[in-house]
């Protein structure tokens, strides 16, 4: 699980040989930091932002472990899918693209969406 924008970086590029597919999560995760971290705010604020966008990078180091993985996924999943599959970069802008169509439609008044998935960082 790592920003959406690491795997335009020179860095990960050179480290990834054989590509990763990824699963874009159909709502943004929100993180929310240990009880001890940060101290409470009366704000709302930080219950509904995360630092960054993220999506789970699938790599399995060859080809043929990689389709197997996406293959588990699909079939793990059935028609209950909380993420959406991209087995490319080009896959990956198709989905945005999409996604901003589709954003259009779904935001409030302020531009917000208010779905959101919670991931807890311990």
């Given at each position: 699980l790592m ?32 009880k001890e ?65 589709t954003k ?19």
């Amino acid at each position: 699980l790592m920003p959406t924008w690491v795997h335009k970086k020179d860095y990960y590029k050179e480290l990834v040989k054989v590509p990763a597919f990824f699963l874009v999560p159909k709502k943004r995760y929100v993180y929310l930091p240990p009880k001890e971290f940060r101290n409470k705010k009366a704000s709302d604020v930080h219950k509904k932002s995360s630092p960054f966008v993220s999506m789970w990078y699938i790599w399995g180091g060859t080809e043929q472990q990689i389709s197997n993985l996406m293959d588990c996924y699909l079939r793990a999943t059935g028609n209950e899918k909380h993420c959406d599959l991209a087995r490319s970069k080009s896959a990956l802008r198709d989905l945005r693209r999409k996604g901003q169509n589709t954003k259009k439609n779904h935001m409030g008044s302020k531009g917000q969406s208010d779905g959101v998935n919670s991931t807890q960082i311990t």
